[in-house]
């Protein structure tokens, strides 16, 4: 697509993004222009993908195989009858069902049958955008929409996993080793970071002081390190919803199996602080990343979720056990706070650094 395009412009780039989102869109709407268009529309869609595998009231199997025809469809794969329809009450196939037994066929089906399910009012949005995002992803020049695509390809893959190993919420399910976890932390997040790197490098000249290869290695240890500190933050919701995420081999050494681990949560310490470092270790990564970058604005969008990782880990760590039992999570105050930092000090790496050594303790 030739020439600028105001990003804030498009609903789908402003207020559906910012509504889905709480952090990132606070580093996107930070970015240079130019890479705001894929990197909002990537997140746009994979916040999509999520949505459907993570619509309970549809059977896991139905919802991996709509995943992966949703996936086709934004690989080019697929034929998008019905891209220019929205769902309505009437449209044939129209009304949801919680039993549906059948993938969808098209994304006039999709929407119809997954948005009505969705409690929240943004993520139903959201669906119902999808034939817009699908026509936006083709406006994109070719490389950025390569890239959105590759990197969409992989987070639908992990999505899938996902739904294959926690499709029975009946039980409490673990992932077996310690690999399972590096891959599925890889496929969702940390692919984003070599993802973002790969923009940045192609639109940005002289983007960062350090090579291309060791950017994309510091991202994907930055994106594995932030999607772990979710899982670390979720952990109780998740194991009351049959999933966990920590390895069977650990607990198995500890004596604990994952449908303990809510009643004994002491005996789970000791698992949940190894994991809390190697999120540390994944944050440190972002922090040599983002000391790299030459452009301010792209080095405070970078930054900024390292500095709320940071102080969600000294929260975790100081919750001890009972995070098991409650949502923890940096207040808005705080990152609005890290973001007048930064805007006042033009994203100094001294500043920078400043807070990150504050924030950790």
């Known amino acids: 697509m030739s020439g600028r395009i105001d990003f804030s412009a498009r609903p789908l780039g402003g207020s559906i993004l910012r509504s889905v989102s709480r952090s990132f869109y606070l580093s996107i709407r930070i970015l240079p222009w130019r890479l705001r268009q894929p990197v909002g529309l990537a997140y746009l ?7 459907v595998a993570d619509t309970a009231q549809i059977p896991w199997a139905v919802r991996a195989q709509t995943l992966q025809t949703l996936s086709n469809m934004i690989q080019g794969k697929a034929s998008r009858e019905g891209l220019d329809l929205l769902a309505a009450p009437s449209s044939p196939g129209g ?14 089906d999709l929407v119809a049958s997954f948005a009505p399910l969705r409690e929240n009012a943004a993520e139903r949005t959201l669906l119902e955008s999808l ?43 673990a992932l077996a080793t310690a690999a399972d976890l590096d891959e599925y932390t890889y496929l969702v997040a940390g692919c984003v970071g070599e993802f973002w790197t790969r923009l940045c490098f192609r639109h940005v000249r ?7 290869e060791e950017m994309i290695d510091h991202g994907k240890r930055y994106g594995m390190g932030l999607q772990l500190i979710n899982i670390l933050r979720d952990a109780g919701a998740d194991l009351r919803a049959g999933r966990c995420y920590f390895p069977n081999e650990e607990l198995a050494t500890a004596r604990i199996d994952a449908s303990q681990i809510l009643r004994e949560p002491e005996r789970f310490q000791p698992i949940y602080r190894k994991w809390l470092e190697r999120a540390k270790q994944g944050i440190e990564a972002g922090m040599q990343y983002s000391r790299a970058i030459r452009h301010r604005r792209i080095r ?21 056990a009972t995070m098991l039992q409650r949502k923890i999570k940096a207040s808005r105050g705080e990152v609005q706070a890290m973001i007048a930092s930064m805007a006042i000090t033009f994203a100094s790496r001294s500043r920078i650094d400043a807070m990150f050594r504050r924030l950790s303790l």
């Open 45 to 51: 869609l994979a916040r999509a993908t999520d949505t």
């Open 300 to 320: 405070a969008a970078t930054v900024l979720p390292a500095l709320i990782g940071t102080r969600t880990l000294a929260l975790l760590r100081g919750a001890g």
């Open 206 to 212: 002289k983007f960062a002081r350090l090579s291309a």
């Open 95 to 108: 009304v949801a069902h919680s039993s549906r037994s059948t993938p969808v066929g098209s994304i006039a």
């Open 131 to 173: 034939p817009h995002c699908l026509e936006w992803l083709e406006q994109l020049n070719g490389a950025d929409r390569d890239d959105v695509r590759a990197v969409l390809a992989k987070i639908t893959q992990g999505q899938t996993l996902d739904l294959q190993r926690f499709g029975n919420p009946a039980e409490v399910h």
